[in-house]
């Protein structure tokens, strides 16, 4: 008698058991689809963001081999050709880090090496690259040298430290308005180890709701999606990863009719420290 009842028990539990487990089983396969969807759409708008300034190079050479245009014009055409080639590189670098930062455990996969850098020196390299793309519009982006210029060397690792720059620099132009000015200046806390380097450009204004939002992945305000439909919403987000990865912080902040970006990083915090690979001190095998 006993034994009937404890066979039936164990039957029901193992009955609602495999309900569970069948319920599990169609939570995570439509889990599955949603992002193999997400996978398909996040590689249609990689290629179709890369076809746009691809196209327009291609577009622009055809123009120059045309023998039709004198040499005033062509010059124009040529630093298109350069500001589009620009924005190519640009986006695919974020491309290649987008899949490098999507998980935690991957962040020990950049391997890149710490450097100490002139972070001056490579606000004017990024402004030099971008003010092409400002010419049209009649914006220009200046670098103030005054606690700058003559500041610490910074340890980071270059190349990400550079889209960190070029993503604020590109959003920048992008949202500035005609004939404005992008301002970049930097200063120095010693005793602190900290360095701060701030962004700021007139266009479109940031409301101070969307300040924190911004670092969030793919978010794009309304305003900037109808003006600039072309955009992924990863830039802030690569920026804020990158800028965590060196210990600092990034913050946006709403100014009269635009915004103000501010980075601050650890002047030579990251010396030593085991998740990095220093650049004097890598290992000889593996
Ligand atoms: N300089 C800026 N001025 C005003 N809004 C900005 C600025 N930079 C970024 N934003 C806002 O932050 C959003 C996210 O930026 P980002 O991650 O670079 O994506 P995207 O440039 O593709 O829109 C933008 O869509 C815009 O709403
Ligand atoms: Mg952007």
Redesign the pocket.
Known sequence: MTSDRDDKDRARRLEAENARLQNDVSQLSAELSRIQREQVEYLQNVSHQLVAPLNAIKWHIENLTSNRIGIERARKVMRSIYSQSTIAVHLAKNFALMSNLEEDHALSALKEPLQEISLYVLAVNIADDFQPQGWDREINISVAGHGFEDGPAVLVMKPLMSQVFS??V???V???RSNTTIRISGSFDIPNDQARIV?S?Q????SSA?STT??ERG???T???SK?P??????????RRIVELHEGSIT?RPITG??E?EVHLPIVGLKGKARYRDSKNRPTSR
């Open positions: 993503n604020i590109e959003n920048a992008k949202y500035s962004f450009n266009g479109m204004a940031l969307d911004v670092f978010f794009r305000s305003e900037a999606r600039y072309a955009g992924t919403g990863f830039g802030l987000y690569i920026a946006a635009g915004a970006f």
